[in-house]
């Protein structure tokens, strides 16, 4: 993920009245891309306007499994700005040219501005947005830091990023004891589970460790593998049902095998609550990520086993916990929103085409919430009524001092779903964890995470959660 300071360029930033040529807006962005600072690759990625180019419109879902293509770089939905909905469902190949598509059947744009990815190297999709419906066509790939702000790059951090060995280590194996070494001394402990609504801090705290003493988790390693296996074996002990969407990504690094594993608790009804965490960690020599992302994904390995474990009437909505794989990127330490939330865009994506999404009442992410001294800012993306809902929430609980009243604004896999416009909470608190020099090194280790902050995180979800049921019931 990325702190809030950014720069968004539009295309009806180069030109009047939204008339812009294809090649000199092209240009345009390029250079402006460039002047904030961009690394080159992003830059080059985002010069993605490409007039007069037919696409074709798969009918099927079918169509881009068959090329082991994932189910967002196949379909991909665009809103107006203005409220105007409208539904696009572009699969084709980077070898497509302005007179054909690679396959399907020919969808030519009658006039106007086609926008979509050039990728880079040949053989990525091309994410395609139709100029008709809109005045203003942002573009995702066109995010670029400002220069001189602290990004992913933080100045604490590698410039670049390490490879992780795709041979890391199971619990019990001696490198994951040596990531792990020995229990922290604690200054902090969880409440008693009947003073946190259930929610075990201790618990969810433990499940943190065990998560870390895999060692390093990159995407498309053989530790992530190990780390999916003990998440779906915890999810299933639990009582959950468990769906698993193995896909592939393309990525700079070429295509990586991802998986997303979501565990469903089914309502009376047909809305759905979206809990959401990823489990890859940095793809850096030595990273377990303790905080990110393990102290997420514990808290919600926790909740899945409250909200999964019998004797417990339906609630109206389904809950779904979604642990999300490629959320960090692949190729550079750089944020880079095209190299990054993979899988969260890959469920949006596979929710969008499914019509699942339309009944998704709230998404609530969760991602660095264990540190100790931990603040966690209202969400100025979310809107007003889901932060005031947990925020109260919190409140009620006597924690303010954590969920505090300043806002802030960060990229993370919270944005697939913004762009689609469901109602959705980023709980994060990247800020602090920069400034204490821990965020994406190897010193975020277990000693960092705090059972007390994850049992505070925990027991307001848990509490929104049925705040959200009293509400779409």
């Known amino acids: 993920m990325r702190r809030s300071f950014v720069a968004r360029l539009a295309l009806s930033d180069f030109g009047s009245n939204n008339q812009v040529s294809g ?3 092209r240009q345009e962005h390029s250079n402006l891309c460039r002047a904030y600072g961009a690394p080159d690759f992003f830059c080059r990625v985002s010069q993605a306007f490409r007039p007069g180019l037919t696409y074709a419109a798969p009918t099927a879902l079918g169509m881009c499994s068959a090329r082991s293509e994932s ?5 991909e939905e665009k809103r107006s700005p203005r409220g105007t909905s409208g539904r696009l469902d572009f699969c084709i190949s980077a070898s497509a040219r ?12 009658s ?7 050039k990728p880079r190297p040949s053989g990525w999709p091309v994410y395609a947005a139709a100029s008709g419906l809109w005045s203003k066509i942002w573009l995702a790939s066109a995010v670029v830091v400002l220069s001189g702000v602290v990004a992913c790059g933080a100045s604490n951090a590698p ?25 922290p001394k604690l200054a902090e402990i969880a409440p008693p589970a009947d003073q946190t609504g259930g929610f075990d801090g201790a618990k969810a705290y433990d499940q943190v460790a065990k998560l870390v003493a895999f060692g390093p988790h990159p995407s498309d390693t053989a530790a992530i593998r190990s780390v999916q296996a003990y998440i779906h074996a915890q999810l299933e002990s639990y009582g959950c049902a468990v769906e698993e969407d193995a896909f592939n990504a393309p990525s700079p690094m070429g295509s990586l095998a991802m998986k997303n594993i979501v565990a469903k608790i089914p309502g009376t009804g047909q809305g759905i609550i979206l809990l959401l965490t990823h489990y890859d960690t940095k793809r850096v020599d ?11 994904s514990g808290l919600m390995l926790e909740m899945a086993r409250i909200l999964c474990g019998g004797g417990k009437p339906k609630q109206p909505n ?7 794989d490629g959320e960090e990127t692949q190729a550079t330490f750089q944020w880079s929103t095209p190299d990054s939330i993979y899988g969260s865009r890959e469920l949006a994506a596979r929710m969008a085409v499914s019509g699942d999404l339309k009944r998704v009442k709230a998404v609530i992410l969760a991602d660095m919430v264990g540190q100790y001294n931990l603040h966690i ?3 100025s993306d979310s809107p007003k009524w889901l932060t005031d809902l947990i925020w109260n929430t919190a409140g009620r609980l006597g924690y303010g001092s954590v969920f505090v009243s300043s806002d802030t604004s960060t990229e993370d896999d919270n944005i697939p779903f913004n762009e689609r416009h469901v109602p959705t909470i980023d709980l994060i608190d990247l800020n602090d964890y920069i400034s204490a020099g821990y965020w994406h090194t190897p010193q975020d280790t277990m000693d960092k995470v705090s059972p007390r902050s994850v049992a505070i995180v925990g027991y307001v979800i848990l509490e929104s959660v049925d705040e959200l049921q009293k509400k779409f019931h």
Do not use: M, Y
């Not at 189910?71 to 379909?75: I, L, P, R, T, Y």
């Not at 990520?289 to 997420?296: K, L, R």
């Open 23 to 25: 090649k000199n807006a």
């Open 71 to 75: 189910v967002n770089g196949c379909f």
């Open 98 to 109: 302005s007179k054909g598509a690679a396959s399907g059947a020919e969808a030519p744009f």
């Open 111 to 117: 006039s106007g501005l086609t926008a979509g990815l």
């Open 159 to 183: 410039s670049s990023a390490a490879s992780a060995s795709s041979n890391s280590a199971a619990p019990g194996a001696s490198a994951a004891a040596n990531q792990s070494e020995a229990a």
């Open 286 to 296: 030595g990273f377990v990520g303790a905080e990110d992302a393990g102290s997420s």
């Open 318 to 324: 389904s809950v779904w916990i979604a642990f999300l």
């Open 377 to 379: 800012q209202r969400d």
